[in-house]
């Protein structure tokens, strides 16, 4: 039990990879605030997790909202060691599957709001908690379309890259008091994102109109990751534990991919 007495909170817990990582952390011995825009699926979430959870409604693209929640958590349970920066994805389709040629400026304008700008926002919540504690964890999860070039999703990976930047510099700024600061980078993961990319590719390429989306996905598998398999939720959620526990006190400013080995294909840019 690793994270026996440490607090920890989850934005976009309700499901999919924070679901994974609430799972994980709670499996480990933290208590766990999970904050999402579903509030009761948040609490649902939270409430067949086997240590106390809690779920908040709130909307982490927004410092108020984003603020009111984190201070709710933290009264509830006695303070906050960890913060992990699930929130983003694929809210909005104007986002997703354009490149730049297609692109919208509302498009670009909510990927970077739900992908980045919720990792900072939750971020200035939490940090004077993580600072009444003397120190602690923050996790944030990027993507590998930070790391390569994604040209169907051109601000999904600006907002990812800029997650990874905000990680690097948050880590020095923050060392002195004891806060670490990382980035996981996952691969291809069966998320609601995923899903709608794999539904639009159904659409536009007649190849794929005969598969269902998770059929493509899987084929997305098959032909991209070294290792053949898609990574799953609880991959991240292992190693957001090792990141936020005293078995990662001197890893900060990391970016790690899990990604079955797709970047080695690519390689960082």
């Not at 208590?31 to 982490?60: K, Q, Y």
């Amino acid at each position: 039990m690793r994270l026996r007495n440490k607090v920890a909170i989850v934005t976009g817990g309700a499901r999919g990879i924070g679901a994974g990582i609430a799972r994980a952390l709670a499996a480990d011995g933290a208590r766990v605030g999970i904050v999402d825009l579903d509030g009761n699926e948040a609490g649902t979430t939270a409430s067949a997790l086997p240590t106390e959870g809690i779920g908040v409604a709130a909307d982490v693209t927004e410092e108020t909202d984003a603020t009111r929640a984190i201070d709710e958590i933290a009264a509830r349970f006695g303070g906050v060691d960890i913060l992990v920066n699930n929130a983003g994805g694929g809210r909005g389709i104007e986002g997703l599957g354009n490149p730049f040629t297609r692109i919208t400026q509302q498009g670009w304008d909510e990927q970077l709001a739900t992908n980045l700008r919720t990792t900072f926002v939750a971020s200035k919540a939490a940090v004077r908690h993580l600072e009444a504690r003397g120190g602690g964890s923050i996790v944030n999860i990027a993507s590998i379309a930070g790391l390569v070039p994604a040209v169907p999703i051109p601000a999904y990976g600006a907002a990812k890259a800029g997650v990874i930047a905000f990680t690097r510099t948050l880590a020095l700024e923050l060392g002195p008091k004891d806060i670490r600061v990382n980035a996981i980078c996952p691969g291809y993961v069966w998320t609601r994102a995923w899903e709608l990319l794999a539904t639009m590719m159904k659409m536009a390429m007649p190849e794929y109109a005969e598969l269902e989306p998770r059929d493509i996905f899987l084929e997305q598998v098959k032909r991209g990751v070294p290792l053949g398999r898609e990574q799953t939720p609880d991959d991240m959620g292992r190693l957001a534990v090792f990141l936020a526990s005293d078995d990662g006190r001197n890893i900060t400013g990391q970016a790690i991919s899990v990604d079955g080995g797709i970047t080695l294909r690519v390689g960082p840019s």
